[in-house]
C-alpha cells in the first residue's frame, strides 16, 4: 500500500501573507462585521489574526467535530460547543482554515442565521474545488492536505496512526511531509514524543 496524500505545509509567513490579503478582500467588499465567529479548532488561529487586521472586531468561537485523522471524515459534522456569543441583528464573518467538504461551514451558517445574525459571510484561507461551499472570500485554491503551522504535530500523530492501520511505512508518509514544506527535525521530534506518549 502506499499514501496517496499530497501535502502542502505553509510557514506562519505564508500564512500572515494570505490572511493580509483576506483582509483587504473583505474591506474592499465594505464588508464590516461586528463579529468573527472562528470554527474550532483551525479556524481559531486564523479568526484572531483577522481580528486584529480588521481593527480588534469581538471574537466568538464555535466548535464542529468531523475529521478524524489526515484524509478520514466521519459521514456528519456535529456542532459540539454552540456559539459563544449572541448574534442577533450582526454582521457575521465566519472565518475557518480550509473549505474542504464545505459540511461543517454549512452547518455553522445555518447554526448562525438560526440565531438571527443580520448578514453573514465566510472567508477561508484555502478553498477545495468539492467544497459545497464556496466561501465569500480565500486567497488559494488547492487538492492537497493543508499543514497549518498550528496542527503540525497533530498531523504526524494521525499519519503514524494511519500508516500502522494501513501498512504504510512511516518513511513514506515523513517524505511525503518534506516533500510537502515540512521541517524534518521537527517531524523526527514529533515522532519521537508521539512514540514515548504511547509507550
Known amino acids: 500500500m502506499s499514501l496517496n496524500i499530497e501535502f502542502e505545509v ?10 493580509l490579503t483576506l483582509a483587504d478582500m473583505i474591506r474592499r467588499d465594505r464588508f464590516q462585521p461586528d463579529i468573527i465567529v472562528g470554527v474550532s479548532r483551525g479556524g481559531w488561529p486564523p479568526a484572531r489574526v483577522m481580528s486584529d487586521l480588521l481593527g480588534d472586531v469581538e471574537l466568538a468561537n464555535i466548535r464542529v467535530e468531523f475529521y478524524r485523522g489526515v484524509a478520514e471524515t466521519e459521514s456528519e459534522p456535529i456542532i459540539t460547543q454552540p456559539l459563544s456569543m449572541h448574534v442577533a441583528g450582526k454582521n457575521i464573518l465566519i472565518m475557518d482554515d480550509v473549505a474542504d467538504t464545505g459540511r461543517s461551514l454549512k452547518l455553522v451558517k445555518e447554526h448562525v442565521m438560526e440565531k438571527n445574525a443580520k448578514s453573514i459571510k465566510i472567508a477561508t484561507i484555502y478553498y477545495k ?25 497533530e498531523t504526524v500523530r494521525n499519519l503514524l496512526d494511519k500508516c500502522r492501520r494501513s501498512g504504510i511505512p512511516i518513511d513514506e508518509a515523513k517524505r511525503k511531509l518534506i516533500e ?20
Open 10 to 19: 505553509p510557514s506562519w509567513d505564508e500564512i500572515y501573507e494570505m490572511l
Open 129 to 153: 474545488p468539492w467544497s459545497i461551499i464556496v466561501p465569500d472570500y480565500y486567497v488559494r485554491v488547492t487538492r492537497r492536505w493543508i499543514v497549518f503551522p498550528w496542527e503540525r504535530k
Open 180 to 199: 510537502g514544506g515540512m521541517n524534518e527535525h521537527l517531524i523526527e521530534r514529533f515522532l519521537k514524543e508521539i512514540l514515548e506518549e504511547t509507550k
